[in-house]
């Protein structure tokens, strides 16, 4: 062997030593920011993602009007202006949606149905049940069902369950959850946990970060700590350990959560990984109260929930962030965006805000695993959101960290502004190994456990071992709080070279609800980390 040659081999050993299945995706800083909309009217607070490529977006009914109004000279109860709205992702384009009652700080999920049901808000608004169907020609809007809820829930979580209902866990003063559809006349159910990760006078427990665990049971976040709850028997069956340090890390300590991709999907025992990172530390509230902007907690921590003696690993991030959002690429990488790097969530209470996201490659080694990326302009303070769409951007929107809009003599003016994050894998400089689905075209109903195929074209070099086939599912966002976020790394079973730059990939569906809920979900082909656009599959 020519000495050349052990060089390049060394080389080569070097670089992909610490992420043996990844091409590296480097520039020092990565991502690229465009404006989409100056403004759409209506503050982003929440936000979800139907599965015809529309967001369907809200703030609160009772705080004045927003810049938005009403068709044909309507008016609802307080005002004349929306303060919903239906951005259309493919054109761009948006238009007035009416919800009456307030939606406040509340919470949703997509039925597996497709529909969009959506819970809670504050006063009249807290028991409401509301119901969007997707459409096409502008014709759909809110259906809202005022006694819906059998507790008004204001700040709770919501999850999609295998059984096809949500759960709604928690929200002020509610320690407890409940269903829907409701299957039983009494139908809260008393959940301690919440008290107890009260913290008097703040309260710390609220957005608790939900997720399904693979073995059916709901990890449950709040705090500082966290249970394995089996919802159906009301109880707790894991207590996990408080996350070293004893900072409080859900709101309006608000720092954010990720249920990690689900991989090895075929294994007798699949692992789940827990990720929460940022917050504000103990006294954030209440010094940002006294005009005390404390800094924001710049730790995250990370944990294996199916483990039967689980622990939490620190990590330092590049900088520290409260009030930001942790987003799933469909790539498996976490996009952590928005929020600020002082004081507490709350009107008013957030300082010096972060304007770079940061990149979590979750399978690199501790110490390679944060990437900053390329800086907004716009600050994304209380309110503001994320969301991942079908070609891969992320869309984000909001911030108002005001009762009312407001738009002069505030350091953090509302915020009506839509823009997208496209992050380095969107690069052109990637096409030639960028997948683009064939087939099948835009939609397709696939089964647990059977397979699915899919035909691709790639016009580069393909690698068969680094082709993944990623579920992705919409999520409902607020808060810093993606609820029902999932990716599920379905790998191939089987490339097949066709001729043509074309390839037929062979993948098998997860076995049960408990790993992906019955519903919709983007599905990407993903080769070397780079992502093809999603189509959208019903998984039933
Ligand atoms: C919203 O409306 C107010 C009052 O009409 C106006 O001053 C402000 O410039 C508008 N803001 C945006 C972003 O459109
Ligand atoms: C819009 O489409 C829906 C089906 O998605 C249909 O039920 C409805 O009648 C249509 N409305 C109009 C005004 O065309
Ligand atoms: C709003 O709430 C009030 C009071 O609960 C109720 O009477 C009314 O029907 C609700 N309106 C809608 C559109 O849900």
Request: aromatic fraction near 10%; include cysteine.
């Amino acid at each position: 062997m020519s000495s050349t040659f052990i060089f390049l081999i060394l080389v080569f050993q070097l670089l992909f030593a610490s992420q043996p299945c990844h091409r590296i995706l480097t520039t020092a800083a990565g991502g690229k920011w465009k404006l989409l909309q100056k403004s759409i009217g209506v503050s982003a607070m929440h936000m979800q993602l139907l599965r015809n490529d529309r967001v369907v977006m809200f703030d609160t009914t009772r705080f004045g009007a927003s810049n938005l109004s009403l068709p044909n000279g309507k008016c609802l109860k307080n005002d004349c202006t929306a303060h919903s709205v239906e951005y259309n992702v493919l054109s761009n384009k948006f238009r007035p949606l009416t919800v009456q009652n307030d939606t406040w700080c509340s919470s949703g999920a997509i039925m597996p149905d497709g529909n969009f049901l959506q819970t809670g808000g504050s006063v009249e608004g807290g028991r409401s049940v509301r119901l969007i169907t997707p459409c096409n020609n502008n014709s759909c809007d809110w259906q809202e069902f005022p006694n819906g809820l059998a507790a008004p829930r204001w700040y709770a979580s919501n999850h999609i369950l295998p059984d096809g209902r949500q759960i709604i866990v928690g929200g002020r003063g509610q320690f407890n959850y409940e269903f829907i559809p409701k299957n039983v006349a009494a139908n809260t159910f008393n959940l301690p946990f919440l008290s107890e990760t009260n913290d008097r006078g703040v309260e710390n427990n609220l957005y608790p970060f939900t997720f399904l665990n693979v073995d059916g049971n709901l990890f449950i976040f709040a705090n500082n700590r966290a249970i394995l709850l089996d919802y159906a028997n009301n109880k707790v069956v894991k207590t996990y350990p408080a996350i070293p340090g004893g900072d409080p890390r859900s709101y309006p300590s608000t720092g954010s959560a990720v249920l990690l991709p689900l991989k090895n999907l075929k294994a007798a025992a699949i692992q789940a990984e827990v990720l929460v990172c940022g917050g504000a530390p103990k006294g954030s509230f209440q010094q940002s109260l006294r005009n005390n902007f404390l800094p924001a907690l710049n730790t995250c921590a990370r944990i294996t929930i199916t483990d039967p003696n689980p622990q939490w690993v620190m990590e330092t991030m590049p900088m520290a962030r409260v009030m930001g959002d942790m987003k799933l690429l469909p790539n498996g990488q976490v996009l952590l965006i928005n929020g600020a790097s002082s004081g507490s969530a709350g009107w008013e209470q957030g300082r010096d805000p972060v304007l770079s996201p940061v990149l979590y490659r979750p399978d690199n080694a501790v110490g390679s695993r944060f990437e900053t990326q390329n800086p907004t302009t716009i600050p994304r303070m209380y309110h503001s959101t994320a969301t991942l769409l079908r070609d891969g951007r992320v869309l984000v929107g909001g911030s108002n960290p005001h009762a009312f809009y407001t738009f002069t003599r505030v350091l953090f003016p509302t915020e009506l502004s839509l823009e997208a994050f496209s992050p380095d894998y969107l690069d052109a400089s990637f096409d030639d190994i960028r997948p683009t689905i064939v087939a099948p075209k835009l939609k397709a109903a696939v089964r647990y456990r059977k397979k699915i195929t899919i035909q691709v074209k790639i016009s580069g070099t393909v690698v068969e071992n680094m082709i993944s086939v990623n579920l992705v599912s919409p999520t409902f966002t607020t808060h810093s709080f993606s609820m029902n976020q999932r990716l599920l790394a379905l790998g191939n079973d089987k490339v097949t070279v066709l001729g043509n730059s074309m390839y037929k990939i062979d993948a098998t569906m997860p076995s049960s609800g408990n790993i992906a809920p019955s519903g919709f979900y983007l599905l990407f082909v993903v080769h070397q980390d780079i992502p093809s656009q999603a189509i959208w599959v019903k998984l039933h």
